[in-house]
């Protein structure tokens, strides 16, 4: 099992930039496919992004394409969402998911096909 601890959350206003970190421990982040998920008070949650494990693979929801850049760096076991152009709709609590594959094209867009979870960090946008 893989332990995930997210940050880089904050309150930032309408049109700034974050970026949050997924660091893993326990196991080799290279043996899993991984994903970010968000979930908005009152709403379930909802896929953001996802990577396949050699780093290709790459899918976003609709509303953050062009604005959201995901990526993993493995020899530092560390996945990054890079989040410019923030809109207030983006404010949520942000989750990093973690799925054991061997396939290096793995990605699922579903919160129920990843098995490790981070605590998540909160991001918040003001208008």
């Known amino acids: 099992q893989v332990q995930l601890v997210e940050s880089g959350g904050g309150l930032v206003q309408a049109g700034d930039s974050l970026r949050l970190s997924c660091a893993a421990s326990?196991?080799?982040?290279?043996?899993?496919?991984l994903g970010w998920f968000r979930q908005a008070p009152g709403k379930e949650r909802e896929f953001v992004a996802s990577?396949?494990?050699?780093?290709?693979?790459?899918h976003y929801i609709d509303s953050v394409k062009g604005r959201f850049t995901i990526s993993r760096d493995n020899t530092k076991n560390t996945l990054f969402l890079q989040m410019n152009g923030l809109k207030p709709e983006d404010t949520a609590v942000y989750f990093c998911?973690?799925?054991?594959?061997?396939?290096?094209?793995?990605?699922?867009?579903?919160?129920?096909?990843?098995?490790?979870w981070g605590q998540g960090t909160q991001v918040t946008v003001s208008s």
């Open positions: 998911a973690a799925r054991l594959v061997n396939s290096g094209t793995w990605y699922n867009l579903d919160p129920l096909e990843y098995n490790d």
């Open positions: 326990g196991r080799a982040l290279s043996l899993y496919a």
């Open positions: 990577i396949s494990r050699v780093g290709g693979g790459i």
